[in-house]
């Protein structure tokens, strides 16, 4: 599976952006889905997961109520929408896929994005 993330840039505090993550090469649907970002000098982190239909979502607590996972599975894309931004959002986002041997919610995915870098400013 290879991932491309895109829509990443600079938004202002309280500002809104929506990423994007096409995949190809395998069946989509067979993936859970999810969003991790690493800020500069801080360890990658966990975002937000969706399951391979879209029935389940899991978000990390600092982004509950503001971010939103969906997934399209015919266009092979899955979507992070990021609403009322905060300077301590800024960070590289990475999408990944999971197989189902782990959790959606650790950090043990299969395949990793290059990465969209989003930046917000106060």
């Known amino acids: 599976v290879q991932l491309q993330a895109s829509g990443g840039g600079l938004v202002q505090a309280g500002g809104s952006l929506r990423l994007s993550c096409a995949a190809s090469?395998?069946?989509?649907?067979?993936?859970?889905m999810g969003w991790f970002r690493q800020a500069p000098g801080k360890e990658r982190e966990f975002v937000a997961a969706?399951?391979?239909?879209?029935?389940?979502?899991y978000y990390a607590d600092s982004v509950k109520g503001r971010f939103t996972i969906s997934r399209d599975n015919g266009k092979n894309t899955v979507y992070l929408q990021m609403n009322s931004l905060k300077p301590e959002d800024t960070a590289v986002y990475y999408c990944?896929?999971?197989?189902?041997?782990?959790?959606?919610?650790?950090?043990?995915?299969?395949?990793w994005g290059q990465g969209t870098l989003v930046t917000v400013s106060s």
């Open positions: 090469g395998r069946t989509f649907s067979s993936y859970g």
């Open positions: 969706i399951s391979r239909f879209g029935s389940r979502t």
């Open positions: 990944a896929a999971n197989s189902g041997s782990y959790s959606l919610t650790s950090p043990q995915y299969d395949y």
